[in-house]
């Protein structure tokens, strides 16, 4: 069964920083793209970071870029696989639950999927609360 597990999140200051964790398992995580998507009350359920599999790659939203890094280690099998996303400098608009999200997997060394539908297999997410 495949899970995807974030934890990190919570309450902050505006300007201050979170680090957020997915460790994920289950299945063949090798050649799989990850990335780090976000939603807020009210609103649709938007991307914010993603790796490719080589970790070679990055590509994050306009909003995030310059302020969160994401980074992993995307292993085979029985390996861990784990994914962070440093935010720093946060915004109370960045306030929202985010997910952990990993790609089904065979893209190049180089992809970055954007979209929700590129991504098979999602966390239950974890709540970041930025207070003015």
């Known amino acids: 069964q495949v899970q995807l597990v974030e934890s990190g999140g919570g309450l902050v200051q505006a300007g201050g920083s979170l680090r957020l964790s997915c460790a994920a398992s289950?299945?063949?995580?090798?050649?799989?793209?990850m990335g780090w998507f976000r939603q807020a009350p009210g609103k649709e359920r938007e991307f914010v970071a993603a790796i490719s599999w080589s970790g070679g790659s990055t590509d994050y939203a306009d909003s995030v870029k310059g302020r969160f890094t994401i980074s992993g280690t995307i292993s085979g099998n029985n390996a861990k696989t784990t994914m962070y996303l440093q935010m720093n400098s946060l915004r109370p608009e960045d306030t929202a639950v985010y997910y952990c999200?990993?790609?089904?997997?065979?893209?190049?060394?180089?992809?970055?999927?954007?979209?929700?539908?590129?991504?098979?297999?999602w966390g239950q997410g974890t709540q970041v609360t930025v207070s003015s």
């Open positions: 999200a990993a790609n089904k997997g065979g893209g190049s060394r180089w992809y970055v999927p954007r979209r929700v539908v590129d991504y098979d297999d």
């Open positions: 289950g299945r063949t995580f090798s050649r799989t793209a």
